[in-house]
């Protein structure tokens, strides 16, 4: 590696501090302050390096004493790289944690202790340590531009901009702290041993939260959307979002109306909505997601509500709603949903101009101890590598976490990035209010068993100030007393009355689904008509051409185009549709086309930019199922005509997101009364390719569908698959919708569909296919690809009496249309054919749903139950095919 100088260690104690600005600046030169380049310019041009660079102009400017020449140059310059040491690393060294035993021992660098210093240098050293190891640790110079460094110095450096609260502001926070503190209190004594995820240790988050709901809309912010695990849950809904204190109480006593109807969840892991009126006379809407316990899985479906909070209602713009997702310590370094969500913020379909991030870290989780849990210095450091900044704040010091949640607010709404803020407290009390800490933190618990409440501490402070709070505190403390003992009486003297089923059970009238001519024709053009500056790739063009005259030759509209069609004619009427997924907008099997490259420059063309009506959004999506999966979800949760999908580039890559699948898809509704209208296209069939890349699981979609939570769906044709997403689309109750899509059928002409069926059909949940004209004996049951296989083989041996049913529905069960089939087949034998093993695909579901129906006889035709979804070999996989085949044949022969 070249270096200008041989030995560095000729600069002095800053020797190795200037070598790193170095190798900054071999990097790239933007990385350091420009006066640093120009330094390192002149040394690599073989001038002299007497004299180092002179100080920036923040606070040590007067350093020089007036003095000029060398000497006041290198005094400024000492003074300068001091700076850059505490800016860069004084957070090591800085009053973060409330307790001893808890974050461990940082690495001591020598920068930040020189040996030689005069009097003017330990005088700005005193200002450093004041600035950069108070409680709070910033760390911010890992951020690549310029300007946000800058901005943030100036903020942080600059008095009295530090800590400016007035009297009413401190008077404030202490207000929420000791509000915060009474509901913990009460409810400890109310409800002993019960699990309520307390926020005593961290009380301190409550006047943070309070601080940007009270300046945000000062700031720009119209809504504030909230995603958090336990801790603090029920505190933020009472205290942050304003639900009255009884419906909270009535969750502890359990009251509430799960009670009456089942279901629901539990007290810690619901939403709620509200507006806020703040003292300036401004409105905010505030709204906390509902979660599961998988800690941190509902960071994405926050970032898509907000997304669709801004592009739906708000014009698109980032600045007017914020995402605040509230982490714990141990999660946010483990869960790889954290990194996969941070990774959406700067990505064009999915960022939201920046998320607030608090971590509410207790530095512990659960039993396992910090260092335990992680192999970084700060639990909080996987997010420098988005280039968010990070502000580590000791929760005992209200008034330092304040100011730092305002300067992170702010940041966020003049840079539009992500930036943290690691509250360091602790936690008063086990994992939950049953469990004994002390077996496996004895010496961190039995310091913390002797602190003082967060608001004590404050208390003293105050009064020192000359700030009578203390009397203040005690009315406070008692006022909350007495309201929560009045909601508490009545909440036990008035349990909940009979409730209104509709969990599952809204259902609205089948919209109209064909669409004229003439607007297919429309839609048809926007493929083949491009600005004048844009070089469609030739090979393309030909394709689009042959697309579009699909609708007038009579040889069928494939399933692309079909797909097209069904997206067009929505925008057409108003609807937002939103595609995204690994590769959509070509599509994994080049079958779309909905995002075209120019041929010569690259750059990007939507045709459906040219239609009228609502707007068309398709994003290729980072690598990742689950984040992008969960955001895709939350943006469908918007109560505004919309077709948001989400596809797979596999369908057997969806279980990435199993746990969005299971607890939001599946579960949402039932559970927190949220619906989301997403829809997954997940490609399936069996054509030789291996267990990876042959299954969407079904069985496991159909495993989950239970009171009409989800629609399970196998469209064999185009059309049928046109009127499945417009009819889905056009309802007005929406729940998440499944689809299977085709892989090798995607351009066959068995596939295709008459264009008549578009402008006059609808979707069937089954399609009857009748062989021969004599009396039906035999009735095959199946879906999807194994159909056409079967039909070739019927058809080329000219079998009769058989008809084929195919289930283009599985959930809602298709029971009236089905029943009337078999009913009609009379004492016909009976069979299901699929192509994924026994254990797979939708036997068993099928199975237990027309035994259940009185259809008893039932035979399966199919694989063998198998641990692997498919055969890894080509030639097996034919050879197991066309037995499969064979035995239908059999069955219908016999």
């Given at each position: 590696?070249?270096?200008?100088?041989?030995?560095?260690?000729?600069?002095?104690?800053?020797?190795?501090?200037?070598?790193?600005?170095?190798?900054?600046?071999?990097?790239?030169?933007?990385?350091?302050?420009?006066?640093?380049?120009?330094?390192?310019?002149?040394?690599?041009?073989?001038?002299?390096?007497?004299?180092?660079?002179?100080?920036?102009?923040?606070?040590?400017?007067?350093?020089?004493?007036?003095?000029?020449?060398?000497?006041?140059?290198?005094?400024?310059?000492?003074?300068?790289?001091?700076?850059?040491?505490?800016?860069?690393?004084?957070?090591?060294?800085?009053?973060?944690?409330?307790?001893?035993?808890?974050?461990?021992?940082?690495?001591?660098?020598?920068?930040?202790?020189?040996?030689?210093?005069?009097?003017?240098?330990?005088?700005?050293?005193?200002?450093?340590?004041?600035?950069?190891?108070?409680?709070?640790?910033?760390?911010?110079?890992?951020?690549?531009?310029?300007?946000?460094?800058?901005?943030?110095?100036?903020?942080?450096?600059?008095?009295?901009?530090?800590?400016?609260?007035?009297?009413?502001?401190?008077?404030?926070?202490?207000?929420?702290?000791?509000?915060?503190?009474?509901?913990?209190?009460?409810?400890?004594?109310?409800?002993?041993?019960?699990?309520?995820?307390?926020?005593?240790?961290?009380?301190?988050?409550?006047?943070?939260?309070?601080?940007?709901?009270?300046?945000?809309?000062?700031?720009?912010?119209?809504?504030?959307?909230?995603?958090?695990?336990?801790?603090?849950?029920?505190?933020?809904?009472?205290?942050?979002?304003?639900?009255?204190?009884?419906?909270?109480?009535a969750e502890c006593e359990d009251q509430s109306l799960y009670s009456v109807v089942g279901s629901g969840d539990v007290k810690y892991h619901m939403g709620y909505s509200q507006h806020y009126h703040t003292q300036a006379g401004s409105d905010i809407l505030?709204?906390?997601?509902?979660?599961?316990?998988?800690?941190?899985?509902?960071?994405?479906?926050?970032?898509?509500?907000?997304?669709?909070?801004?592009?739906?209602?708000?014009?698109?713009?980032?600045?007017?709603?914020?995402?605040?997702?509230?982490?714990?310590?141990?999660?946010?370094?483990?869960?790889?949903?954290?990194?996969?969500?941070?990774?959406?913020?700067?990505?064009?379909?999915?960022?939201?101009?920046?998320?607030?991030?608090?971590?509410?870290?207790?530095?512990?989780?659960?039993?396992?101890?910090?260092?335990?849990?992680?192999?970084?210095?700060?639990?909080?450091?996987?997010?420098?590598?988005?280039?968010?900044?990070?502000f580590h704040v000791n929760a005992e010091d209200p008034e330092a976490c304040c100011w730092v949640t305002r300067l992170a607010v702010e940041f966020r709404q003049r840079f539009g990035r992500d930036v943290v803020v690691d509250m360091v407290c602790y936690?008063?009390?086990?994992?939950?209010?049953?469990?004994?800490?002390?077996?496996?933190?004895?010496?961190?618990?039995?310091?913390?068993?002797?602190?003082?409440?967060?608001?004590?501490?404050?208390?003293?402070?105050?009064?020192?100030?000359?700030?009578?709070?203390?009397?203040?505190?005690?009315?406070?403390?008692?006022?909350?007393?007495?309201?929560?003992?009045?909601?508490?009486?009545?909440?036990?003297?008035?349990?909940?009355?009979?409730?209104?089923?509709?969990?599952?059970?809204?259902?609205?009238?089948?919209?109209?689904?064909?669409?004229?001519?003439?607007?297919?024709?429309?839609?048809?053009?926007?493929?083949?008509?491009?600005?004048?500056?844009?070089?469609?790739?030739?090979?393309?063009?030909?394709?689009?051409?042959?697309?579009?005259?699909?609708?007038?030759?009579?040889?069928?509209?494939?399933?692309?185009?079909?797909?097209?069609?069904?997206?067009?004619?929505?925008?057409?009427?108003?609807?937002?549709?939103?595609?995204?997924?690994?590769?959509?907008?070509?599509?994994?099997?080049?079958?779309?086309?909905?995002?075209?490259?120019?041929?010569?420059?690259?750059?990007?063309?939507?045709?459906?930019?040219?239609?009228?009506?609502?707007?068309?959004?398709?994003?290729?999506?980072?690598?990742?199922?689950?984040?992008?999966?969960?955001?895709?979800?939350?943006?469908?949760?918007?109560?505004?005509?919309?077709?948001?999908?989400?596809?797979?580039?596999?369908?057997?890559?969806?279980?990435?997101?199993?746990?969005?699948?299971?607890?939001?898809?599946?579960?949402?509704?039932?559970?927190?009364?949220?619906?989301?209208?997403?829809?997954?296209?997940?490609?399936?069939?069996?054509?030789?390719?291996?267990?990876?890349?042959?299954?969407?699981?079904?069985?496991?979609?159909?495993?989950?569908?239970?009171?009409?939570?989800?629609?399970?769906?196998?469209?064999?044709?185009?059309?049928?698959?046109?009127?499945?997403?417009?009819?889905?689309?056009?309802?007005?109750?929406?729940?998440?919708?499944?689809?299977?899509?085709?892989?090798?059928?995607?351009?066959?002409?068995?596939?295709?569909?008459?264009?008549?069926?578009?402008?006059?059909?609808?979707?069937?949940?089954?399609?009857?296919?009748?062989?021969?004209?004599?009396?039906?004996?035999?009735?095959?049951?199946?879906?999807?690809?194994?159909?056409?296989?079967?039909?070739?083989?019927?058809?080329?041996?000219?079998?009769?009496?058989?008809?084929?049913?195919?289930?283009?529905?599985?959930?809602?069960?298709?029971?009236?249309?089905l029943l009337a089939e078999i009913k009609k087949a009379g004492a016909a034998a009976v069979a299901w054919v699929q192509e994924e093993p026994e254990n797979m695909g939708a036997w068993h579901f099928m199975e237990r749903e027309l035994r259940a129906k009185?259809?008893?006889?039932?035979?399966?035709?199919?694989?063998?139950?198998?641990?692997?979804?498919?055969?890894?070999?080509?030639?097996?996989?034919?050879?197991?095919?066309?037995?499969?085949?064979?035995?239908?044949?059999?069955?219908?022969?016999?």
């Amino acid at each position: 590696m070249f270096s200008p100088v041989r030995d560095w260690s000729e600069f002095g104690p800053n020797a190795a501090l200037i070598a790193s600005f170095y190798e900054l600046y071999r990097a790239d030169r933007s990385l350091v302050d420009p006066k640093w380049a120009e330094f390192f310019d002149r040394l690599i041009a073989g001038s002299s390096a007497e004299a180092l660079p002179e100080s920036n102009g923040y606070h040590h400017q007067e350093l020089s004493n007036g003095q000029a020449g060398p000497g006041a140059s290198n005094a400024a310059a000492d003074a300068d790289l001091l700076s850059e040491s505490y800016r860069e690393f004084g957070h090591l060294e800085a009053k973060i944690s409330p307790i001893e035993n808890g974050i461990g021992t940082l690495p001591r660098l020598e920068c930040l202790h020189p040996n030689e210093l005069t009097p003017q240098l330990a005088q700005h050293l005193d200002w450093l340590r004041t600035v950069y190891c108070g409680t709070i640790g910033f760390e911010f110079m890992h951020l690549v531009s310029a300007e946000e460094r800058a901005w943030l110095i100036e903020r942080i450096e600059s008095e009295p901009g530090r800590y400016a609260f007035s009297e009413e502001q401190k008077l404030r926070i202490l207000h929420e702290l000791v509000e915060a503190e009474a509901f913990e209190s009460e409810l400890h004594r109310k409800y002993v041993g019960q699990t309520r995820f307390s926020s005593e240790g961290g009380d301190t988050c409550m006047p943070m939260l309070d601080l940007v709901r009270e300046e945000g809309p000062q700031l720009g912010l119209k809504e504030i959307v909230i995603g958090m695990a336990h801790r603090a849950r029920l505190n933020v809904l009472l205290n942050t979002l304003g639900k009255p204190l009884e419906e909270v109480l009535a969750e502890c006593e359990d009251q509430s109306l799960y009670s009456v109807v089942g279901s629901g969840d539990v007290k810690y892991h619901m939403g709620y909505s509200q507006h806020y009126h703040t003292q300036a006379g401004s409105d905010i809407l505030l709204s906390l997601a509902p979660n599961p316990s998988h800690l941190e899985f509902v960071n994405p479906i926050v970032e898509g509500i907000a997304r669709a909070r801004q592009d739906l209602f708000l014009n698109r713009d980032r600045s007017a709603v914020l995402p605040v997702l509230i982490h714990g310590d141990a999660a946010f370094c483990g869960q790889g949903i954290v990194p996969e969500t941070l990774n959406l913020s700067l990505v064009e379909g999915y960022g939201t101009g920046g998320t607030l991030h608090i971590i509410f870290n207790n530095q512990v989780g659960f039993t396992t101890y910090s260092a335990e849990g992680k192999s970084s210095i700060y639990c909080s450091d996987i997010a420098k590598a988005f280039q968010a900044p990070i502000f580590h704040v000791n929760a005992e010091d209200p008034e330092a976490c304040c100011w730092v949640t305002r300067l992170a607010v702010e940041f966020r709404q003049r840079f539009g990035r992500d930036v943290v803020v690691d509250m360091v407290c602790y936690r008063k009390y086990g994992h939950n209010e049953g469990d004994d800490p002390s077996f496996t933190q004895p010496t961190m618990y039995a310091e913390i068993k002797s602190k003082k409440a967060i608001s004590s501490i404050f208390v003293t402070k105050l009064m020192a100030q000359g700030i009578a709070a203390e009397d203040l505190s005690h009315g406070w403390r008692e006022q909350f007393r007495q309201r929560f003992n009045t909601a508490h009486e009545m909440v036990k003297s008035q349990p909940p009355g009979e409730a209104c089923l509709v969990h599952g059970r809204l259902k609205s009238r089948d919209p109209i689904t064909a669409v004229p001519l003439e607007n297919l024709q429309a839609i048809a053009q926007t493929l083949i008509s491009y600005p004048e500056d844009f070089t469609i790739h030739p090979k393309l063009k030909q394709i689009l051409e042959r697309r579009a005259k699909s609708l007038g030759d009579g040889l069928g509209i494939d399933w692309g185009f079909g797909e097209v069609l069904a997206f067009g004619s929505l925008v057409q009427q108003g609807v937002h549709v939103r595609l995204s997924g690994q590769d959509c907008g070509r599509g994994t099997f080049s079958q779309r086309h909905l995002m075209l490259s120019d041929y010569v420059s690259g750059k990007h063309y939507l045709p459906f930019s040219a239609l009228k009506g609502g707007a068309f959004e398709v994003y290729n999506s980072p690598l990742s199922e689950n984040a992008v999966m969960g955001f895709e979800f939350g943006f469908g949760t918007a109560l505004q005509p919309n077709l948001v999908l989400w596809e797979a580039q596999y369908g057997d890559f969806c279980n990435g997101a199993q746990v969005i699948i299971d607890q939001f898809l599946a579960n949402s509704e039932e559970a927190w009364g949220q619906r989301s209208g997403i829809v997954l296209l997940l490609p399936h069939g069996y054509e030789g390719q291996g267990p990876e890349h042959s299954t969407a699981r079904i069985e496991r979609f159909l495993q989950l569908c239970a009171e009409g939570n989800m629609t399970v769906s196998y469209p064999s044709t185009s059309a049928q698959y046109f009127h499945l997403l417009r009819n889905h689309a056009l309802s007005a109750v929406r729940r998440p919708l499944i689809v299977f899509t085709p892989k090798s059928l995607l351009r066959s002409s068995a596939a295709a569909s008459q264009v008549d069926e578009f402008v006059n059909g609808a979707f069937a949940p089954v399609v009857g296919n009748a062989y021969g004209k004599g009396k039906v004996k035999t009735l095959l049951l199946m879906s999807g690809k194994i159909f056409f296989e079967v039909d070739a083989e019927l058809k080329k041996q000219e079998r009769d009496g058989v008809r084929c049913l195919r289930i283009e529905r599985f959930y809602p069960f298709p029971e009236e249309e089905l029943l009337a089939e078999i009913k009609k087949a009379g004492a016909a034998a009976v069979a299901w054919v699929q192509e994924e093993p026994e254990n797979m695909g939708a036997w068993h579901f099928m199975e237990r749903e027309l035994r259940a129906k009185g259809v008893k006889d039932i035979t399966y035709l199919g694989r063998p139950a198998s641990a692997s979804t498919a055969t890894g070999s080509h030639r097996r996989h034919s050879a197991e095919q066309k037995q499969l085949v064979a035995e239908v044949i059999s069955f219908v022969g016999r």
